[in-house]
């Protein structure tokens, strides 16, 4: 019985993270990632800023194109842009708080680059957003 409900975990873990729309939702995220990743480098390394400030800065500068991004190709949903919005910024607001923590700890104490532990940090995002908005902001 625990091997048949592991196999079904695994054989759904498997086709939920190679269905054509976690692949959509993949391409949104890398041409996000790039944005976002200039943008973060640029507040950095051409307007000085510290890289926490300019992490927060990145992130909720692509807030809006990430929401529509991702309802209108990623998820394809339609309906209700309200309740997306609204699930969609409390998910924001988690995620820029977890993200500047782990960010901090990376570079502030673990003395890791901050270009590097945005990269890392990002990464991190990945599998997480993903389930949650298929699960609770576009549902």
Request: proline share 1%.
């Amino acid at each position: 019985m625990y091997t048949s409900f592991v196999k079904t975990s695994l054989q759904r873990c498997v086709s939920l993270f190679t269905s054509a729309q976690f692949l959509r939702y993949l391409a949104v995220g890398l041409f996000s990632f790039g944005l976002d990743y200039g943008l973060y480098w640029s507040c950095i390394a051409l307007m000085h800023i510290g890289y926490l400030v300019a992490h927060v800065t990145s992130f909720v500068v692509m807030y809006w194109l990430n929401f529509l991004m991702h309802r209108h190709f990623s998820f394809r949903v339609s309906g209700h842009p309200a309740r997306h919005l609204v699930r969609y910024t409390l998910l924001l607001a988690v995620n820029v708080t977890l993200t500047t923590a782990l960010l901090a700890f990376l570079t502030g104490i673990a003395g890791i680059s901050p270009f590097v532990s945005k990269i890392a940090v990002m990464a991190a995002l990945v599998a997480w957003n993903f389930i949650v908005y298929r699960k609770i902001v576009y549902a």
